[in-house]
């Protein structure tokens, strides 16, 4: 299906894999298993035609890779390759892993109050092992260790495969943990669905990039398919209209799809034209327009959490497990990654990740802290789009807010086209932060890395015809770091917000490239700025508010104290004057 560099690498790995002396030395890898356990393993891989022999001169056993297994569910095991030698050596593939849909991307759907939205989905039985690679490929995914004569006739007797003259078993299907087997997967089965008309690119759901306008998306995370269809609540029971509703007619054509390419999806996996459906990590209600993570993965996860704070004690790397566990918890609403802050601070203090540590009592309050917002993190779907833009700045004097009013077709396309990647997210060092509260940091310099972010010309749009008008303007009591007071005029915007309103989504304009860092992430490294955002946790859950950031450029011209905040043009001026302040829209 797919062709160029994407079709060469898949082809002949090695032919693009960096020199030996380029790399580190490759990680040791092993398969995590008994002789005999592991001999029945590859014979039944064998029967599947999923392995096949190799001779010597045909694999580097540097190399080579292993073979370990994560829990699927009570009664099977998922096999994982353990390719870290190969991985080390190649660049990861992103064209088509940029196209995977999330559970963030699902999360911008906004429901309207008279409809229901319906989810259908499809899911792909085993679909790596569906894969036809090459003998270098599978050279390249080779077993570590050599088998005996004995060995390889105990494994491939069944199958008719020569295996004479060959020590080595390769992998003869695509493999979980190859560096590009999700490049490929994911690549394979979204053009399978473009070329059979199943998905159009102005309907496709993907991580970063805005949800689509109309009532139908449809997204692909390497063997689902889901179809989400906005639906007049009144049309949920008339049974002819959601048979021919267009995601059932895409259902239909992806089916056609699969049986022509020999593929078969899952029975029990898939649903159809439901208002309550769990996928890409998530449940979701239509009805009541929620979103929230995944229960069977949540609540084990807060009562392993609770036995692990009651008891105090924790080995580093079921630490590091809880932390991942978490964010992707959090990740539904990302505010909430904000109170994770001592964890991180213990797994760094730990020497190895077999160390166990003792949790002090302010850590094991975070853990209890985070059984608690669990409950409170979802999405509400239902929220309505306020019709203005806001923006802060904050300067040596103080800090202030603006207003505009916005049509609601541009405010909701602008809260489309808002930041999705988090940036660089520390506070400047003090000779910059100088800089910066003087007017004289260049943009570029505020960000290390070249990391700095770029202006989207409907960005510049909403700074150049809306006419602002002053919220409010509030001076510093005394004088505290500008990235701090940048990141509190924001929140103290959102807190004035949140007396007013109720389940609302609200775009804002910021110049501040870390606090817009910091607010898009959802937490900071920085213990001050960090602060603030766990401060915040109760107005935006309380008040169940969604902010959507645009970056507003910043420089000064005229007088010492006189701040512009402009997109390439002027936004709004801050303009303090002796015991007096003035903020003019322009």
Not at 29 to 54: D, M
Not at 441 to 456: S, W, Y
Request: aromatic residues 8%.
């Amino acid at each position: 299906l797919f062709g160029g560099r994407t079709l060469e690498v898949y082809d002949d790995p090695v032919k693009f894999a960096k020199k030996q002396e380029d790399c580190e030395p490759p990680p040791k890898v092993k398969i995590l298993a008994s002789h005999t356990e592991k001999l029945k393993v590859l014979k039944k891989l064998a029967e599947g035609h999923r392995v096949i022999p190799l001779r010597a001169d045909e694999i580097d056993e540097r190399y080579a890779a292993g073979l370990f297994s994560v829990l699927k569910d009570q009664c099977r095991d998922r096999m994982i390759l353990d390719a870290r030698p190969g991985n080390s050596r190649e660049e990861a593939l992103t064209t088509w892993t940029r196209t995977l849909a999330s559970s963030t991307a699902v999360s911008l759907c906004e429901i309207p109050d008279d409809h229901t939205l319906l989810m259908s989905g499809l899911d792909l039985r085993d679909y790596f092992y569906q894969f036809i690679v090459s003998r270098k490929r599978a050279a390249r995914n080779c077993l570590v260790g050599t088998f005996s004569t004995s060995d390889m006739q105990d494994i491939f007797s069944q199958t008719g495969v020569d295996f004479q003259g060959c020590t080595h078993i390769g992998l003869n299907t695509l493999a979980m943990g190859d560096l590009c087997a999700c490049e490929f997967a994911q690549g394979a089965h979204l053009l399978l669905l473009i070329r059979s008309g199943v998905i159009k690119l102005d309907e496709l759901i993907q991580h970063r990039l805005p949800y689509p306008r109309g009532l139908f998306g449809i997204g692909v995370v390497i063997d689902d398919l889901v179809a989400l269809e906005k639906v007049l609540t009144k049309n949920i029971g008339d049974e002819s209209f959601l048979s021919s509703s267009t995601a059932m007619g895409r259902i239909t054509l992806a089916q056609d799809a699969y049986k022509a390419a020999g593929l078969s999806a899952n029975e029990k996996k898939s649903f159809f034209n439901q208002s309550e459906a769990s996928f890409w990590g998530c449940e979701i209600d239509g009805r009541k327009g929620t979103m929230r993570p995944n229960s069977s993965r949540m609540w084990p996860l807060i009562l392993i959490t609770l036995r692990v704070a009651s008891l105090g004690l924790c080995a580093c790397s079921l630490l590091e497990s809880l932390a991942g566990s978490w964010i992707s918890i959090f990740l539904v609403r990302r505010r909430l990654m904000s109170c994770m802050n001592l964890i991180f601070c213990a797994i760094s203090a730990c020497e190895n990740s077999g160390s166990v540590v003792r949790l002090s009592s302010k850590l094991v309050d975070e853990l209890f802290c985070y059984c608690l917002l669990a409950s409170v993190t979802f999405v509400n779907l239902r929220a309505k789009v306020s019709s203005c833009i806001k923006a802060s700045d904050s300067s040596d004097w103080g800090m202030a807010e603006v207003e505009a009013d916005l049509p609601d077709w541009l405010a909701r396309e602008g809260i489309r086209h808002s930041l999705f990647k988090s940036v660089w997210a520390q506070l400047l060092p003090p000779a910059k932060a100088w800089l910066r509260v003087k007017g004289q940091l260049h943009v570029d310099d505020e960000l290390p890395f070249d990391n700095c972010l770029d202006v989207h010309p409907l960005w510049e749009l909403l700074a150049r015809a809306p006419v602002y008008r002053e919220l409010w303007r509030k001076k510093h009591d005394r004088q505290h770091h500008i990235n701090l007071t940048e990141l509190r005029a924001h929140l103290r915007e959102e807190c004035r917000l949140s007396a007013n309103c109720f389940s609302v989504r609200q775009l804002y304009g910021l110049d501040s490239q870390i606090s817009l860092g910091a607010l898009v992430k959802g937490r900071c490294s920085s213990v001050l700025l960090n602060s603030e955002l766990q401060r915040s946790i109760p107005t935006v859950v309380g008040a169940d508010l969604y902010g959507f950031y645009l970056f507003s450029q910043a420089r000064r011209i005229g007088p010492m104290h006189q701040l512009e905040l402009v997109i390439h043009h002027p936004l709004i001026s801050l303009t303090p004057w002796i015991g007096k302040s003035k903020m003019v829209g322009i």
